[in-house]
């Protein structure tokens, strides 16, 4: 669904917003102001049975009237004055309110964690909550009238408050953007700021007072250390006595620390996606990161329990281009897994984080929620432009804690929209509106022929990869019994879905199938050409910024040290010299290095004079100490003895002279023998 301004609208009313059973404990939710009591009810809870005699007590995080569609969270005690109820067989409990609506709470030995009740209910009503446990052995038990909740109604609202998403997310860097509308003069604004489980006071923070029929608004930074609060306008001459009013608007402030998801892969510098994952009712840090590296399927698709699964990175072209993308994990967790849920357009969607290109994708629990993804700066442009100039969207997706890499390729699917801005091609199920875009989605017959006519008939190669990947894993071929993937996959223009009906001729697609439709791990030939025009905006590569990135070795001779290697993978040299003991080393970079798949390292090289011990390297302010290997001096052969005798005087040349007479008598020879051998041939 779209991202939406959240609205709060308050009331100048008072109204008691708990309700408690007359067995509660003394504790008491707190009261904001004097104008808000607490006002426990009179009425009983139903009696269980003897074998399970709770009598639970509520505490819920409530100081006033809420505004529809914010949630509660609400602590129940099953049974305060028993320290060990008997709770073995109670395998089930929730709250559930007099139109049927059911909230599920965790349970926590003898106490009941009952989660953002009323959250995206936007009726304005009091509701009543009963507590239904369900026990294995006896049975549904139910106790009536443990909470009370009331929102206002649309008579009372004098002061509109408006919060961008639903709990907002604030750090140093990133603060609470609000505004006020008023239907009336006040004099002046406040914003007061409690804990959310105890309401003790934070601060009063001043905002200013819009005229009548005026809006004003405000960033406000809240001082405190990490943890969840609540919001309340405060009216009035000044901030000892103003007025609070009801609203409770939720809160939650995090460390921002972002940590490397995929040991060594990151590269800041480096001109990249960067991915960044968030967990919402996974646990905590350690199970967000396993999640998430399963389900990105960085290795290759993964036997899955019922089938082969693929993950994004384990889909080309992204398989192929890893190196484009930088991947983080946030370690604080989120209490509202929509807090970081915007639109790439929206100011918010990176603020505070300084991170260029960043896309956040949610991960959050238990698994059967929706998952979707939020809108891209991309919308209806026909050619990407230049990296700097791409916003991407947020992205949700609801995991099967036991599972997650059973959401691997819904994951990618939703990757699909935030970062290319894909539409869904599917055939509309959900009563949603028919939705044509470009690159996939066309309007008409003849825009679908102009958008992607050229690919007619072109078959993602890819898909024969998964054919063969899935046999060899011993899996059918085949992803869908009876259906033939590669024909599934085939460009043309199809009538029908795009959220239409099949056959539909208000919306037309390039396949019969892919991942934007059922979600088969082939992107086709039209989608895939949009993602690699995204992907091919960004090299990948960045200058070197760091002097552990270098691999560099050092060997000493003579006095001189000379050293040599390389930097890291997908790293150019730096603008900045980098020196050896101040002597400038010389870089170069691989051949090609804007291939695609250009993955060589640029060489380093340096020589110093030193005498003795290591050398230190050094790039800007950075210094890295490098030990050398002293080598052995090499041995030097002496040179060939030379007899420099002079030739005896008189006698120059006697060695070709002596040459010259050992030819003549052998050839005088040879005359003698022949002139005898002639002779006595005569005589015979």
């Given amino acids: 669904m779209a991202g939406a301004l959240a609205a709060m609208c308050l009331a100048l009313t008072t109204s008691p917003i708990l309700s408690t059973p007359a067995s509660a404990s003394t504790q008491q939710p707190f009261a904001p102001s004097a104008r808000q009591p607490f006002a426990p009810s009179a009425r009983q809870p ?262 082969f699964v693929y993950g994004p990175m384990a889909i080309e072209p992204l398989a192929s281009n890893q190196h484009r993308f930088n991947f983080w994990y946030l370690a604080a967790p989120l209490a509202d897994e929509r807090s970081l849920l915007v639109d790439g357009t929206d100011p918010l969607a990176t603020q505070g984080f300084e991170l260029d290109n960043m896309a956040v994708t949610v991960l959050y629990g238990p698994g059967y929620g929706p998952s979707d993804a939020r809108l891209t700066s991309l919308w209806n442009q026909v050619n990407a432009p230049e990296a700097e100039q791409i916003r991407f969207g947020g992205v949700r997706v609801s995991v099967d804690i036991d599972d997650p890499l059973a959401r691997a390729t819904t994951l990618a699917h939703e990757w699909g929209h935030s970062l290319f801005e894909l539409r869904d091609e599917y055939v509309g199920f959900d009563q949603r509106a028919v939705l044509t875009q470009y690159p996939n989605c066309a309007p008409s017959l003849e825009l679908a022929n102009d958008w992607w006519g050229s690919l007619d008939g072109k078959i993602d190669p890819f898909v024969y990869e998964v054919l063969r990947a899935r046999r060899a894993a011993g899996f059918p071929g085949e992803p869908s019994e009876g259906r033939n993937l590669a024909t599934s996959v085939q460009v043309g223009e199809f009538p029908g879905g795009c959220y239409d009906t099949e056959d539909a001729t208000t919306a037309y697609r390039p396949s019969l199938d892919s991942l934007m439709n059922s979600e088969v791990p082939v992107f086709g030939s039209v989608n895939r050409r949009r993602v690699e025009q995204v992907l091919s905006r960004f090299s990948g590569r960045g200058p070197l910024d760091d002097l552990d990135a270098i691999d560099v070795g050092c060997e000493r001779r003579g006095g001189v040290v000379r050293c040599g290697g390389h930097l890291d993978r997908y790293l150019d040299p730096p603008e900045r010299r980098i020196a050896l003991d101040n002597n400038s080393c010389e870089l170069a970079s691989p051949i090609d290095s804007s291939s695609p798949t250009e993955t060589g390292r640029s060489t380093i090289s340096c020589a110093t004079a030193s005498p003795s011990g290591p050398v230190v390297l050094a790039l800007g302010d950075q210094r890295r100490t490098v030990a050398v290997i002293n080598m052995p001096e090499p041995i030097v052969e002496p040179p060939p003895a030379v007899d420099d005798r002079p030739e005896p005087v008189g006698e120059p040349g006697s060695d070709r002279a002596t040459g010259l007479l050992v030819a003549a008598a052998v050839l005088g020879g040879f005359v003698l023998v022949g002139t005898s051998w002639a002779a006595w041939r005569r005589q015979k």
């Fill in 46 to 307: 139903f009696a269980p049975s003897a074998r399970q005699p709770f009598a639970p007590s509520a505490r819920c995080d409530t100081g006033g009237a809420f505004a529809f569609g914010v949630g509660i969270d609400c602590i129940i005690d099953l049974d305060p004055e028993n320290p060990n109820p008997d709770t073995a067989d109670l395998y089930s409990a929730g709250l559930i309110d007099q139109n049927g609506e059911y909230w599920p709470c965790d349970i926590d030995d003898a106490l009941l964690r009952c989660r953002n009740i009323g959250r995206d209910r936007y009726d304005l009503a009091t509701r009543q909550l009963d507590l239904e446990l369900n026990h294995e052995i006896e049975g549904l038990v139910q106790i009536n009238d443990v909470v009370t909740i009331e929102t206002f109604l649309d008579e009372q609202q004098q002061l509109f408050f408006f919060v961008d998403t639903f709990e907002p997310v604030v750090f140093e860097g990133r603060p609470l953007p609000i505004e006020l509308f008023t239907t009336t003069e006040i004099e002046r604004a406040f914003i007061v700021v409690r804990e959310r489980d105890t309401g003790r006071l934070i601060d009063r923070i001043e905002v200013g007072a819009p005229g009548r029929d005026r809006s004003v608004s405000a960033h406000i930074d809240i001082p405190a250390a990490p943890g969840r609060y609540r919001i309340w306008p405060c009216i009035g001459a000044d901030e000892d006595t103003c007025e609070e009013l009801p609203a409770g608007y939720p809160v939650q402030l995090i460390d921002p620390e972002l940590r490397e998801l995929v040991p060594g892969h990151n590269r800041p510098s480096a001109e990249r996606i960067n991915m960044v994952f968030a967990g919402s009712e996974l646990g905590g840090a350690d199970e967000l990161v396993s999640m998430a590296m399963a389900m990105l399927t960085m290795e290759g698709a993964q036997a899955g329990e019922f089938d």
